[in-house]
């Protein structure tokens, strides 16, 4: 079992993130105020901290998470890198729907971000929300596959 380390959202495209001790989610807005949020493949975004430092170590300089912006940030677990795994966090279920691939917008802020988050899904995985609720930095995070 892994944990929650950390919670963003952004209330407008190009926002600045912002991290949040806990967050509602839902299956109609995802992380409660996110721009993002909106019912679909991609509703709530997850990051691995195993996988970010792996980036920040090929990058060769440490980056804030925030920076990828991610809603939900991980440690201690392996994202799973297929579709249709259902990731559990506090009473909060969501299904991985597809690979979350980075785009030029990694580059404008640090340089060589976009190819070092390309292999093995180290951007992170996109999700749907199958149940909502409250989370908190700290609760439990579960794959049931």
Same mark, same amino acid.
């Given at each position: 079992?892994?944990?929650?380390?950390?919670?963003?959202?952004? *209330? #407008?495209?190009? #926002?600045?993130?912002?991290?949040?001790?806990?967050? !509602?989610?839902?299956?109609?807005?995802? @992380?409660?105020? /996110?721009?993002?949020?909106?019912? &679909?493949?991609?509703?709530?975004?997850?990051?691995?901290?195993?996988?970010?430092?792996?980036?920040?170590? $090929?990058?060769?300089? !440490? %980056?804030?998470?925030?920076?990828?912006?991610?809603?939900?940030? @991980?440690?201690?677990? /392996?994202?799973?890198?297929?579709? &249709?795994?259902?990731?559990?966090? +506090?009473?909060?279920?969501?299904?991985?729907?597809?690979?979350?691939?980075?785009?030029?917008?990694? $580059?404008?802020? %640090? !340089?060589?971000?976009? #190819? @070092?988050?390309?292999? $093995?899904?180290? =951007? =992170? %995985?996109?999700?749907? @929300?199958?149940?909502?609720?409250?989370?908190?930095? +700290?609760?439990? %995070?579960?794959?049931? *596959?």
């Amino acid at each position: 079992m892994g944990r929650l380390i950390g919670i963003a959202r952004r *209330e #407008a495209k190009r #926002a600045p993130m912002e991290e949040l001790a806990s967050a !509602e989610i839902s299956m109609e807005t995802g @992380v409660a105020r /996110d721009s993002r949020g909106k019912p &679909g493949d991609r509703q709530v975004t997850l990051l691995s901290a195993r996988a970010w430092r792996s980036a920040c170590d $090929d990058l060769g300089q !440490e %980056v804030d998470w925030l920076t990828r912006r991610s809603n939900l940030f @991980v440690d201690d677990i /392996d994202l799973p890198k297929v579709a &249709g795994c259902i990731v559990s966090i +506090g009473e909060v279920r969501l299904r991985t729907t597809m690979e979350i691939a980075p785009c030029s917008r990694m $580059d404008e802020q %640090v !340089e060589g971000l976009t #190819a @070092v988050l390309q292999p $093995d899904w180290r =951007g =992170g %995985v996109g999700c749907e @929300v199958l149940q909502g609720g409250r989370i908190a930095v +700290g609760d439990t %995070v579960e794959i049931i *596959e």
